[in-house]
C-alpha cells in the first residue's frame, strides 16, 4: 500500500525578529499560512528495505527527513518506509519545504503507529528539526512565537489567492539573521500588520519585487520568512493568473497561483493505489 500526504509551502503574513537572547536564537512573533504549492510526498508501506528519494533536485544525504527518521526511531519501531519526494517548493525561498516535508514525515508516522507515537512525541521530534517544523503538525493558519514553535492555530482564512515568486537567486537564512544583527528596531507586537516583515530590511532588491506585485494589482505584496521568495494577495483567482501574466512578460522568476489552505486542506493523508 502507499499513502501520500500533504507537504504544503506556508507565507508568513507577519514576521516580527526580536534580538538574538542568551540561548543565541533569535525569537520571532508570527502568523503563518498554509499555501496550495506542495511537494508530493509518497511512502510506499510495503518496501522491503527503508529508502528516502528526493526527485527533481538535489538535497543532501543528510536533511530534514532523514534527521526526522532518526529522531522518530527513539520513540517507536519503524518499518520499512520507502519514501519518495517530487519536489516543487523552491529551497531558500523562505517557504518552509524542508521543514513542510519534515512534518509530512511526522505526521505519516503519527497516522501510521498512533499507539507507539504520540503527539507529544511528534511536537518533540519537530521541535527538535526545525523551528518551522511544529507549523506544518498544526497547518491551515497558526500564530508562532517564541522560536515559531509555540503556536496558536487561528480561525480558517476567507478565500484568498497568492501569487508567489521566486527570483533566480536564493537567500541563506543564517546570512539574512546575521545583517538583521547589525542593525536596531523595535521588537513589533501582535497584532501586526497583514505583510510586514522584517527581513525585508535587508533585502532591497526583493522587496522591489514585492512592489511589482502590487504594480500587477495585488492588494498587498511582501516577502515570505527570509526570503527570497514574495507573495501578493488577491482576492480573485483571475486576477492572481493576469498578475502572474505580466511576471512572465517581465521575465521576474518562477512563480505558482496558489489558494490559501484551510487546515484540513494542508493536513490531509490519503491511501492509493
Known sequence: MVIEVASPAKLNLFLAVGPRDSSGYHPIRTEFQAIGLMDEVRIDLDATSPSVEFLDAEIPPNNTVTKSLRLIAEFCNLP?????????????????????????????????????????????VARAVGADVPFFLVGGRARGEGYGEQLTPLPDPEPTYA????????????????ALDQLEFPFAEFPGKVGYNDFERVACETTDLAERLQMFGANMAAMTGSGSAVYGLFERESEANEANRQSDAENLGQSWVVPFLTRAESLWIRSTD
Open 80 to 124: 520499512p518506509l520507502g519514501i519518495q519526494i517530487r519536489k516543487v517548493i523552491p529551497s531558500e525561498a523562505g517557504l518552509g519545504g524542508g521543514s513542510s516535508n519534515a512534518a509530512a514525515i511526522i505526521r505519516a508516522v503519527r497516522h501510521l503507529l498512533p499507539e507507539y507515537f504520540s503527539a507529544e512525541d511528534a511536537l518533540s
Open 163 to 178: 501569487l508567489v515568486l521566486k527570483p533566480e537567486y536564493g537567500h541563506s537564512t543564517a546570512d539574512m539573521y546575521r
